[in-house]
Nanobody, 126 residues
Framework: VQLQASGGGLVQPGGSLRLSCATSGRTLDNFAIGWFRQAPGKQREGVSCFQSSDGTTYYADSVKGRFTISRDNAKNTVFLQMNNLNPEDTAVYYC????????????????????WGQGTLVTVSS
């Protein structure tokens, strides 16, 4: 199973980006999938997760109302639409999934899922 993240870049405060995570080796139907980020000098932070068992989506408080996670099963791709970005959103964003579980970690620590893609850098700066 491989996760391939893309879509990062440089954006001005208030701008938008859409990250994509393409999966290969299996379908998305039965496994939790999400995003976490890590900013320089800071701890990893769970950002969002899509719970395949019932379609529930979860968001960190810091991104709620600005970020939206979605899934395209036909393309085996998960998206993270990020709007109204601010400098505090600057980080490397990682796509992550679980090899067995369909539920997202209840702690919000999505980086605990055991499959990670490579990161994509998001820089929010004027």
């Amino acid at each position: 199973v491989q996760l391939q993240a893309s879509g990062g870049g440089l954006v001005q405060p208030g701008g938008s980006l859409r990250l994509s995570c393409a999966t290969s080796g299996r379908t998305l139907d039965n496994f939790a999938i999400g995003w976490f980020r890590q900013a320089p000098g800071k701890q990893r932070e769970g950002v969002s997760c899509f719970q395949s068992s019932d379609g529930t989506t979860y968001y960190a408080d810091s991104v709620k109302g600005r970020f939206t996670i979605s899934r395209d099963n036909a393309k085996n791709t998960v998206f993270l639409q990020m709007n109204n970005l601010n400098p505090e959103d600057t980080a490397v964003y990682y796509c992550t999934s679980d090899s067995a579980a369909s539920n997202c970690p209840k702690s919000g620590s999505y980086y605990l899922m055991n499959i990670w893609g490579q990161g994509t850098l998001v820089t929010v700066s004027s």
